[in-house]
């Protein structure tokens, strides 16, 4: 077994584990962290139903941005739609047979990974020229970007000149499932890729990328504006109702 | 205009952004709590010895009671959509008056403590210490904060700077570190009934004055009862109704609002007060405790409803809290909320064709609605959402010929704080008062240019006296601010009750009067 693969290997077992038990443990965290009070921001919707279509508009559309700030919005919506694509249509190296849905999607993925590139760079260079945005970045703000952008390059250097050799990434990946370690090539564009990816599954629940499932458990986003109809008793507050 | 020791603000026609400039406000801070301002609150008196270590404790424990706290921490991706959303900001350029710029205060310290890569590596993730320095910039620009949820409109996740400014406050109270204005007004809530210190005595007196002025101007005898057991209705107002102009001529418009409606009604001295100064220093428990005067209140009293007067943030605690705090209101009528906005009070009249009104009584003014930044973005009134935009200017519509709105941008959920709110309506803080209404200012400017308008409406108690201060700053008249009610009372036709011309007839008993709990503090007040 080649150096290489067993390192890569160990890097994604790692990251899994990292990913996936740190983002449990912030989800737990955030679960049962009580919302003692009412505090949708207003208007709101009245039902559960209504809750569910605001948080969708906010996952999908970016509804409160798109109102903030039309730039940010482009950018911001242009780079998560075309990850949210591009990680679909990897989906193809983790599925065998590969699903007819992620098939269909496969060439949408490439122009995806352009759009994902034009979001970044829209995003960096905000952090450049807007005064107020390069007020409030620091370093971590711009090594973020960074990440996804060599992330994004690689990948598409790989789509389109530096071909890497696919079958044998996908049995790589496959082999992961049942700790049977198949050879991964070593060409250093994929490499790259692969490694800064790893970085990002590692860090995901240690920084900001928890906006992710923050969005979920945003108290002025998620509640229901009924406050006069029920009441709301967190556990700690209940305490202070027996003196 | 009025004297300024600083620059005001220049107003223009189109809204524009400043160029970001660090410090301008850094001098600015209100003035420290006194150890008999806190004590009664249940705060150390003075900065305690270990007050570092004390502050993170608070910190993690206001971590595991709010959820809004921790998420809000965790969140911020630093896009920049809140930094042109505040008026501090848009008034003072400073960038630590941009919402992000003011989370980041205490988002540096949650890093440095509470997370891994602020412990291992804070210069990358910008986390800090909490120096003394750290604690003073907190002392300053958690007190620039008004509270009014703007950002929280325009953020992707809903992050709510108000909850983190709560939290800082909260944190600082409990290491001795408290604002003399809100907590002062508290302890005077605790042992008077009102931020204003004003006792049962004086309230009976000025409302038997209002009785006599109306009936001096209408014919009509209005009722302005006080203390009144068996009363259908518990008026709960802001104390600055009880004399104040504007806000006096809202409250006479509430009784004769409800003198039409024909039903019995009365203020408390007791729970004279709807304003509850405990959400702006963010400690749910001084919040409950006076909330929990409405309740004591509406049993003592024996009332069947509860009716909230024109004060911003008391109608979030209000809508949004009371339930929670001093409920169940099992005890009351089920068929009316609780408590109801004399807003939607009025308007159910107005829709079942209950009130007559004179429109042309309002005929000398035009006017334009300021929506207040508590009732905009943190609580509703009506059963559809938005009824807190359409129920106060359906009043206006009802009762005046002239209205304009102001730009779209700046009202509704989009409103523009007046400057004054969430605590900082105090003179120590009047350079930041002034500066932070310029985009209020701006927008009012433009609909008197372009649409004539002389007055703006507003139901906040805190609104009216901000503008009352503020616009003559700017150039204009402090009387272009009016109350809401103000105009209900202009052109409403009073129909003369039983007893007009009747005089002298006593009330039954179901409506004598009752011993107050507290009357031994009012000795020392009179």
Known sequence: ?243 | MAKATFEVPVLSQYPDVPAVTPGTMAGSAPFLSKPDFQAPLGFPGELVENWQERAIEKMGELLTRYRSLRVYLDACVKCGACTDKCHYFLGTKDPKNMPVGRQDLMRKVYRRYFTPAGRLFPNLVGAQDLTREVLDEWYSYFHQCSQCRRCSVFCPYGIDTAEISMAAREIMDCIGVGQKYCNEIIGKVYKVGNNLGLPGPALIDTLEGLEEDVFDDTGVHVRYPIDQVGAEILMVTPSADFFAEPHVDGLIGYGKVFHEAGVSWTFSSYASEAANFGMFIGSYENMRRISQRIREEAIRLKVKRIVFGECGHAWRVGYSFLNTLAGPWDFLDPRYPVPQHICEFTHDLILQGRLTFDKGQNDDKVLTYHDSCNVARASRMGDTPGGQFEIPRAIIRATCNHFYDMDEETIRDRTFCCGGGGGLLTDDLIELRVKGAKPRMEALNNVMQEKGVTHMAAICAICKSQFTKVLPFYGMEMDQIVSLHQLVSNAIVLTPGADDGDEDEDDDDATDSAPTPGDEDEDAAD
């Open chain 1, 1 to 243: 077994m080649p150096f290489l693969t067993g390192l890569y290997a160990f890097l994604f077992y790692f990251a899994a584990l990292v990913l996936v038990f740190g983002l449990t443990y912030k989800v737990v965290q955030y679960s049962r962290t009580p919302a003692p009070l009412k505090i949708p921001t207003t208007p709101a919707p009245t039902t559960g139903t209504g809750v569910v279509l605001r948080m969708t508009r906010e996952v999908v559309l970016f509804e409160s941005l798109f109102r903030g700030n039309k730039w940010t919005w482009i950018f911001g919506w242009l780079f998560h739609f075309g990850l949210f694509l591009v990680t679909l249509r990897h989906l193809r190296y983790f599925f065998n047979p590969v699903p007819a849905v992620i098939e269909f999607i496969q060439p949408f993925g490439i122009y995806a990974g352009f759009a994902m590139v034009v979001g970044l760079v829209g995003l960096w260079a905000r952090r450049f020229l807007v005064d107020r945005v390069r007020y409030i970045s620091r370093p971590a703000d711009h090594l973020m970007l960074a990440l996804l952008l060599l992330i994004a390059a690689s990948g598409l250097l790989m789509s389109f000149l530096l071909h890497t050799d696919i079958v044998s990434v996908k049995t790589f990946f496959l082999g992961l499932y049942h700790f049977d370690l198949r050879p991964l090539p070593a060409d250093p564009v994929l490499l790259l890729h692969l490694a800064m990816v790893a970085v990002l599954m590692i860090i995901f629940p240690y920084s900001k990328l928890l906006h992710a499932p923050g969005l979920f458990f945003s108290p002025t986003r998620n509640q229901v504006d009924d406050p006069r109809e029920r009441r709301l008793l967190a556990p700690w507050a209940s305490r202070l109702e027996r003196p």
